[in-house]
């Protein structure tokens, strides 16, 4: 896979985000998620994507990571209010990804930041944490998000953007790029929507030159073909489509004809 800046961290373009997928508990479900992360491993899927709000997977992506931990980046985030109830939560994250390191935290939602941020910048001054973030699933929080980006406190963004969800198109991606603010997409594939809600098949003939061959690929390149993006970080709970999404992440840049084709054939199909 390629690599591009996640702020200063490098990063493969490909991750994971676990939400609802690894939060799980039974044996046969773990043994999933251990062939999910083996996939990973194998395939350079490095960026690991959590939170306290996703159950067990924290913990899942502790365990199944153990021993390997050097191989992963790994995200998470607080999600709570107050101070003492955020240092108790970001603890805890430390305790179930079983690692004294955390690459990237991230304030779920906006949830409380001002409180939170003095939280994380400790955490960084020593050595905890690597960069500081924040996230949002909805575009109404943008102007939050641009301020908070302005402040210069925070180094990577995480927000929804896929052929369905442009708003980032408009502010939050070009300010990212003026202040090199990495950005981590999350919903790439628009929870699992712009697969599974198809009402035609599409044609992928003009795209297998370019290397698709499947309709997933196809949308995450559209999302890479958009270089402000550092990392788009799909879900999945089939080992095998860690290979198939990963592929994405060594194709060259889709050219702007095959975008706007893409994009043409959403329009049909969906
Ligand atoms: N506020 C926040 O901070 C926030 C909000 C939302 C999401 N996120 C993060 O972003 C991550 C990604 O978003 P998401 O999980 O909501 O949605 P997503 O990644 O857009 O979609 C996930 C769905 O896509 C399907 N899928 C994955 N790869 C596929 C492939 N190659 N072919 C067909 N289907 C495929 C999965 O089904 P299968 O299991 O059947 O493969 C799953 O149902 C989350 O997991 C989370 O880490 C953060």
């Given at each position: 896979m390629q690599t591009r800046k996640l702020a200063t961290l490098q990063v493969a373009p490909i991750g994971m985000g676990t939400w609802k997928t690894f939060d799980v508990r039974s044996e046969r479900e773990i043994t999933v998620r251990k062939e999910i992360i083996e996939a990973c491993l194998s395939e350079g899927v490095a960026f690991l994507d959590s939170s306290p709000?996703?159950?067990?997977s924290e913990s899942v992506i502790g365990g199944t990571t153990e021993g390997r931990r050097e191989h992963f980046q790994l995200a998470t985030k607080v999600w709570c209010q107050g101070l003492s109830q955020g240092k108790a939560e970001i603890a805890r994250s430390f305790e179930r990804f079983r690692?004294?390191?955390?690459d990237v935290f991230q304030v779920h939602n906006l949830l409380d930041w001002k409180t939170h941020l003095l939280t994380l910048e400790k955490l960084k001054a020593e050595g905890r944490i690597g960069l500081i973030g924040i996230t949002h699933y909805l575009t109404e929080s943008y102007p939050e998000m641009i301020q908070i980006m302005k402040?210069?406190?925070?180094s990577t963004i995480q927000i929804p953007y896929n052929v369905l969800e442009?708003?980032?198109?408009?502010e939050i991606l070009p300010l990212a790029d003026e202040l090199e603010i990495g950005v981590i997409v999350m919903q790439p594939l628009d929870v699992g929507r712009l697969v599974i809600g198809l009402r035609r098949k599409p044609d992928l003939a003009p795209l297998q030159a370019h290397g698709i061959e499947t309709w997933a690929q196809a949308l995450l390149a559209w999302i890479l073909?958009?270089?402000?993006?550092?990392v788009a970080i799909p879900a999945t709970t089939k080992p095998e489509r860690i290979r198939e999404n990963a592929a994405?992440?060594?194709?060259?840049t889709l050219p702007e004809e095959l975008r706007t084709y893409i994009e043409s054939e959403v329009e049909r199909c969906f």
């Amino acid at each position: 896979m390629q690599t591009r800046k996640l702020a200063t961290l490098q990063v493969a373009p490909i991750g994971m985000g676990t939400w609802k997928t690894f939060d799980v508990r039974s044996e046969r479900e773990i043994t999933v998620r251990k062939e999910i992360i083996e996939a990973c491993l194998s395939e350079g899927v490095a960026f690991l994507d959590s939170s306290p709000m996703y159950g067990e997977s924290e913990s899942v992506i502790g365990g199944t990571t153990e021993g390997r931990r050097e191989h992963f980046q790994l995200a998470t985030k607080v999600w709570c209010q107050g101070l003492s109830q955020g240092k108790a939560e970001i603890a805890r994250s430390f305790e179930r990804f079983r690692t004294d390191y955390i690459d990237v935290f991230q304030v779920h939602n906006l949830l409380d930041w001002k409180t939170h941020l003095l939280t994380l910048e400790k955490l960084k001054a020593e050595g905890r944490i690597g960069l500081i973030g924040i996230t949002h699933y909805l575009t109404e929080s943008y102007p939050e998000m641009i301020q908070i980006m302005k402040s210069g406190r925070i180094s990577t963004i995480q927000i929804p953007y896929n052929v369905l969800e442009r708003t980032c198109e408009r502010e939050i991606l070009p300010l990212a790029d003026e202040l090199e603010i990495g950005v981590i997409v999350m919903q790439p594939l628009d929870v699992g929507r712009l697969v599974i809600g198809l009402r035609r098949k599409p044609d992928l003939a003009p795209l297998q030159a370019h290397g698709i061959e499947t309709w997933a690929q196809a949308l995450l390149a559209w999302i890479l073909a958009d270089t402000r993006v550092s990392v788009a970080i799909p879900a999945t709970t089939k080992p095998e489509r860690i290979r198939e999404n990963a592929a994405v992440g060594a194709l060259p840049t889709l050219p702007e004809e095959l975008r706007t084709y893409i994009e043409s054939e959403v329009e049909r199909c969906f």
